[in-house]
């Protein structure tokens, strides 16, 4: 179990826990695509929707380097492989919904008589609801995630693109035997 005051910290931070070792997180290409201020580069060069995009990671506290460039905290960082790790269907699931609760403050309710300070796109938060990008590149680093190749293969089958950011210190994770 996620010690409490280090969840209410990433809660903090703005991160949406899932389950005992993955999160979510809006990135900040995300939030300016919602509000018609730009794009990241995965939309520019390869057509994949800014907005649709949902930034998350199976392995929130699993990382075997302490870089020092990192901007991650590292206070918490476990060297080794995801221990009793979660099925990558309750993974993904959990991110869709932590996505959808994260981005809430983006929407505007037209029936609301209180002034609204969202300037988002509301046709681009209501395709947003349903990400058809996933980039496992939050923190942590993902092969530490033991499932890696199952969570690729259900998000291909759900016909999702995915972006897998990793340091490459673990290559046989993602190879197919």
């Known amino acids: 179990m996620i010690n409490p005051e280090i969840k209410k910290q990433l809660t903090k931070e703005n991160y949406e826990v899932v389950g005992e070792h993955s999160a979510v997180k809006i990135c900040s290409w995300t939030k300016k695509?919602?509000?018609d201020e730009g794009v990241c580069y995965k939309e520019k060069f390869y057509g994949i929707k800014s907005h649709l995009c949902c930034q998350m990671t199976p392995a929130l506290f699993n990382c075997q380097n302490k870089c020092i460039h990192c901007w991650r905290n590292l206070e918490y960082s476990n060297p080794t492989e995801v221990k009793n790790p979660e099925d990558p269907k309750k993974i993904i699931d959990g991110a869709i919904?932590?996505?959808q609760k994260l981005l809430t403050g983006?929407?505007?309710d037209p029936n609301s008589k209180k002034k609204q300070l969202s300037r988002a796109n509301?046709?681009?938060y209501q395709e947003a609801q349903e990400p058809m990008q996933f980039a496992i590149s939050l923190t942590g680093?993902?092969?530490l995630y033991p499932l890696i190749g199952?969570?690729?293969e259900e998000l291909t089958k759900r016909k999702k693109n995915i972006l897998l950011g990793n340091q490459r210190t673990l290559p046989r994770k993602i190879t197919r035997n």
Do not use: G, M, V, Y
């Open 150 to 152: 199952d969570l690729i």
């Open 122 to 124: 509301q046709e681009k």
């Open 106 to 108: 983006f929407k505007i």
């Open 141 to 143: 680093e993902p092969t």
């Open 33 to 35: 695509s919602l509000r």
């Open 97 to 99: 919904k932590a996505q």
